[in-house]
């Protein structure tokens, strides 16, 4: 296996091995590195088996436990799955069955599993699930040269160093997550304080206690923060707030700024890139523009309306051994690109269908929903089959027949939902985005 992850866990150790790594604030536990490198080493030794190659799922909340287990299964060559923490003991077999994984972690044994792939390329050690918009888990392989690219280059365009104390809420296993608070952990020595829960008084009482400084967060996070009763020296160790995993409301983004006197800095990536955009000033992120500029590291290209992202994190296809070069994935977004380079999102490209005998595109009319005064985001599906009928879930506080007047004036009557559901805000999956099999569920019910 390639050694590159743990040769920097390594230099970590030397540096920081008797500093805090890990404080878990609602216990108050603190885990240096050094405990945390032997605990994984424990855990190693008491679970041996013949873990090289093998896919290992696994599904725990942050915490020590869940980087001792990760690092141990680094230690293994072992191919580390992290699922969410609230998956079911049926959904983790599940999982486990569709990609052949060799193993699972029960919370107290590793359980062999059969039939199980063992992965050609020694230097993978994680496998990214996506659902994309499918809902079915579909297996991304990375090699750590691929996770320490993207945990670099996010450090090095945000600024974050182990003088930092990252506030993880979001799963440290989500690629979100990875990118912004585990990898630069191992890799970097940047420590993290674990949050209680993400309720606006008790992140509040995290930060008074803990004083995190950097706070890699979600949309529904960062407006339950503004809409609580929330004192703003609460937040006075944060400089530097990100959001990412859905679009965020520019109007969340000034209040933010009113309430707290910090700007929120937009940030975009995908499963399959790692982080790809980010608003170094936070000025996009206020005016609702855009999400920032290319990361350092990372080069886009616009083919065909969809951005093309080149960059060491980029997934490879097939597992190739492929260390250290360049890759390039385009994610399904609709973009476009200003001559400084900043990247507004405009959507998903998404399946045609047909609608009163016409073909109508998702996508479009979500284009347009999302363009109305009022609106925060829009969800468009058709339920019915290929002759459907069209439906939109709209996150807004305007009535119905306001929404339904504007669009008559320059929307052709075949491409209006006939179904409809608004909300103040959307459902949000555990890794911040927008859960579209409840919006569906609800819209066509």
């Known amino acids: 296996m390639s050694r590159e992850l743990l040769s920097a866990w390594q230099t970590t150790l030397r540096h920081r091995g008797d500093a805090p790594a890990v404080i878990e604030a609602e216990s108050g536990r603190v885990t240096t590195f050094r405990a945390l490198e032997a605990r994984a080493q424990a855990w190693r030794a008491a679970h041996a088996g013949p873990l090289a190659r093998r896919a290992v799922v696994f599904a725990l909340p942050n915490g020590s436990e869940w980087l001792e287990i990760f690092l141990g299964l680094l230690h293994a060559g072992a191919i580390a799955v992290p699922l969410d923490p609230g998956e079911p003991d049926a959904g983790q077999q599940e999982v486990a069955a569709a990609i052949r994984a060799g193993f699972r972690w029960t919370g107290t044994r590793l359980a062999l599993l059969a039939p199980a792939y063992r992965y050609r390329n020694p230097e993978l050690c994680l496998l990214k699930l996506t659902s994309g918009s499918t809902g079915r888990p579909r297996p991304l392989a990375f090699t750590d040269a691929q996770m320490l690219a993207d945990g670099r280059q996010i450090l090095r365009t945000m600024g974050i160093t182990r003088r930092d104390l990252n506030y993880a809420l979001i799963p440290l296993g989500h690629s979100y997550g990875l990118g912004n608070l585990t990898i630069p952990l191992l890799a970097e020595g940047v420590p993290l304080v674990v949050g209680s829960l993400p309720l606006p008084q ?26 609580s009763a929330v004192e703003p020296a609460a937040l006075r160790s944060l400089r530097l707030a990100i959001s990412a995993g859905a679009p965020l409301p520019p109007e969340v983004a000034r209040e933010f700024f009113r309430r707290f006197r910090r700007r929120i800095h937009g940030f ?29 590291g990372v080069r886009l290209a616009l083919r065909r309306g969809r951005l093309r992202v080149c960059s060491r994190a980029v997934f490879t296809h097939r597992n190739r051994r492929r260390t250290g070069r360049l890759g390039w994935w385009s994610p399904p977004d609709l973009a476009a690109l200003a001559p400084n380079g900043e990247v507004r999102l405009l959507g998903r490209r998404g399946p045609v269908f047909k609608i009163a005998g ?88």
């Not at 930060?207 to 960062?222: D, H, L, N, Y």
């Not at 306001?402 to 890794?431: N, Y």
């Open 358 to 445: 016409r073909r109508v595109s998702l996508a479009e009319v979500a284009a347009r929903l999302r363009r109305l005064p009022g609106v925060r985001d829009a969800w468009v599906g058709a339920g019915g089959g290929d002759e459907g009928v069209l439906g939109a879930a709209v996150a807004t506080d305007r009535p119905l027949g306001e929404l339904r007047a504007v669009l008559r004036a320059d929307t052709a009557s075949w491409k209006l939902p006939k179904r409809w559901l608004l909300l103040r805000e959307f459902p949000a999956t555990a890794r911040g985005k927008t859960d579209t099999a409840t919006l569906r569920r609800r819209v066509f019910s």
């Open 202 to 227: 008790v992140i509040a009482g995290d930060f008074a206690r803990w004083r995190p400084t950097v706070f890699p967060g979600v949309p529904p996070v960062f407006r339950g923060l503004v809409e």
């Open 268 to 296: 975009y990536g995908s499963s399959e890139t790692g982080g790809i955009a980010y608003d170094r000033r936070g000025a996009a992120t206020l005016a609702g523009r855009g999400v920032g500029r290319p990361l350092w």
